[in-house]
């Protein structure tokens, strides 16, 4: 079965400061990673997506992301934060393998505050 | 384009009521899921639709009903509400593939009393 864990419940980060929200999985077979944000009382929103290829994914806003396998991980990354990246980060996995491959597997999310 | 509509954007209901959420999606998209989402939970699957008259179960299915005649439209049925199922549910679709990126409507807040 697959799974996705977002050690940390809250990131607090200064504004200009570099940020990292954590994310590692567990897969049968190839993984297919997704980062989301959610900003208040709004849908979630794609910001990248690791399929295959170049372990360092660029996405929307300034993110970025570094697929690691031997650490099972997909740490969501940008080198200035703003206020405005104030949200709630959701990752997700889904399995190439397996009856449940179209099912996407979420993390618990990270809420990450940009203190000015 | 609209993307993935969900009506209505809030609801309360007394327990034992049924209703339907409504999600549309306008991308020709055949994958289409409903999640729920409860504060420390993150999101998880109720069910999902591989295309028009595919339907199949996800992680908690249990209390809630989906059918899918057209590409368009998935509804998702609350037969007998319960307070348990007090939440905020989004509606996503993608096109068909396992690397395809999920889009989600903008959720509907239920409130069952």
């Known amino acids: 079965a697959q799974s996705v864990a977002q050690p940390e419940d809250q990131v607090n980060v200064a504004e200009g400061n570099p940020l990292t929200v954590k994310c590692t999985y567990s897969?049968?077979?190839?993984?297919?990673l997704f980062w989301y944000v959610q900003y208040p009382n709004r849908g979630l929103q794609f910001l990248l997506k690791?399929?295959?290829?170049?372990?360092l994914v660029k996405g929307s806003y300034g993110f970025e992301a570094e697929f690691n396998k031997s650490q099972t991980s997909f740490h969501l990354k940008k080198p200035s934060a703003l206020v405005s990246d104030s949200a709630l980060y959701f990752c997700a996995v889904r399995d190439s393998q397996g009856a449940g491959s179209y099912q996407l597997t979420f993390g618990k999310g990270t809420k990450l505050s940009v203190i000015p | 384009n609209a993307g993935v509509t969900q009506t209505p954007k809030f609801q309360v209901l007394k327990t034992g009521q049924s209703m339907t959420l409504q999600c549309a999606q306008d991308?020709?998209?055949?994958?289409m899921s409903w999640y729920r989402q409860d504060p420390g939970m993150g999101l998880r699957l109720i069910h999902y639709?591989?295309?028009?008259?595919?339907?199949d179960q996800g992680e908690v299915p249990n209390g809630y009903n989906v059918s899918r005649s057209t590409t368009e439209d998935f509804p998702l049925r609350l037969l007998s509400a319960a307070p348990s199922q007090t939440s905020v549910y989004f509606c996503?679709?993608?096109?068909?593939?396992?690397?395809?990126?999920?889009?989600f409507g903008p959720g509907t807040r239920l409130l069952v009393l």
């Open positions: 690791y399929i295959t290829g170049d372990n």
């Open positions: 639709s591989v295309g028009a008259g595919i339907t």
């Open positions: 996503a679709s993608s096109s068909r593939g396992v690397f395809e990126t999920q889009y």
């Open positions: 991308m020709n998209h055949e994958y």
């Open positions: 897969v049968s077979g190839n993984p297919y």
